[in-house]
């Protein structure tokens, strides 16, 4: 419980001052967990960091969600999400139904300056991984490709092709005396829970779109419209708002003008942007 607490009470504060978005936000928690609080080395915090890049959904959710179960498992990974993403999420849903009597501000120059705050946060701690991860001619070349093909190459699919060649390049061109003898990632789930976890992801990826086809309930087509693009595109949030667009736009659930109010408003909150779903929810059965 101590633990638990220790995590909810850092993310808490993360999640109420954490402005500029994902990428800025692995910018506050290697900051916060690595630099002050010591709760990972450098390179545990980019060995995950590495994974919840190759997987869909949310990067800086998951990154979050895994530094707090490193700390105090799964207590822990919940303290994470409580704490960085729930206060994001109340707040878009209090803004859902406040809408009428807000106007957009989206483009108000605090909230702008808060954006150029947050690209320092993100040039810091970019120098600061360099220095850790990017020792020698070849991790200096792997990382100089990867930034060439994510700037070159303008798609969801570039993330995980980067990834993939660094992946091979690295096996191929370090040494095995250059790297370490086991993996960093630390604390990890059981084979039992992992498999589980899987399981129901799995489970929900196929019975969803049948049960929500087949249904009256609003909420059951929201769950299932919202979690497929969660669990299927790489990229982070802004790689999502069309398909996210397409689910609840097309559909005539939200009208044009509420879905880029609201984007607005997630673009000048802390925390993850993807709680922009929960206005998108919320304005739905409004």
Request: charged residues 10%.
């Amino acid at each position: 419980m101590r633990r638990f607490a220790e995590v909810l009470k850092a993310f808490t504060k993360l999640g109420l001052t954490s402005f500029g978005g994902p990428i800025a936000h692995i910018g506050y928690f290697h900051n916060e967990f690595v630099r002050k609080r010591a709760w990972l080395s450098d390179e545990t915090f980019a060995e995950r960091l590495a994974v919840c890049q190759f997987l869909p959904g949310p990067a800086s959710s998951q990154l979050g969600l895994s530094i707090g179960y490193e700390r105090a498992g799964a207590p822990g990974a919940l303290a994470a999400w409580l704490g960085f993403t729930l206060p994001s999420a109340a707040l878009m849903i209090a803004f859902a139904y406040g809408l009428n009597r807000l106007g957009d501000f989206a483009h108000a120059p605090w909230v702008h300056g808060l954006k150029i705050v947050a690209v320092a946060v993100v040039a810091h701690a970019v120098v600061q991984m360099a220095q850790k991860s990017c020792r020698g001619y070849v991790r200096v070349l792997i990382a100089g490709l990867a930034l060439l093909i994510s700037i070159l190459i303008v798609s969801p699919f570039a993330q995980v092709g980067s990834i993939v060649l660094g992946a091979i390049l690295g096996s191929l061109l370090i040494s095995e005396g250059t790297q370490p003898a086991s993996s960093t990632l630390g604390r990890s789930p059981s084979f039992r829970f992992a498999t589980a976890c899987l399981m129901i992801f799995a489970l929900l990826i196929f019975l969803l779109p049948p049960l929500a086809a087949n249904s009256n309930s609003q909420s059951l087509k929201l769950v299932d419209s919202f979690f497929r693009p969660g669990s299927l595109v790489f990229g982070g949030g802004h790689v999502v708002l069309p398909l996210l667009k397409a689910e609840v736009v097309d559909r005539g659930w939200v009208s044009p003008d509420t879905f880029l109010a609201g984007y607005g408003a997630a673009q000048t909150l802390p925390g993850p942007l993807f709680t922009f779903s929960a206005f998108l929810g919320a304005s739905s059965l409004i």
